[in-house]
């Protein structure tokens, strides 16, 4: 449950966010903090 609504809550900032902040939580999602 509590992965559900993480995950939902990833892809909703995701969907709002602009191409180049995009970019950025790619990275972080991936665990890079360098490209942010």
Request: hydrophobic share 55%.
């Amino acid at each position: 449950m509590i992965s559900f609504i993480s995950s939902s809550a990833v892809m909703l900032l995701m969907s709002l966010t602009n191409a180049e902040q995009l970019h950025g939580i790619i990275f972080w999602t991936m665990g890079s903090l360098n490209e942010t």
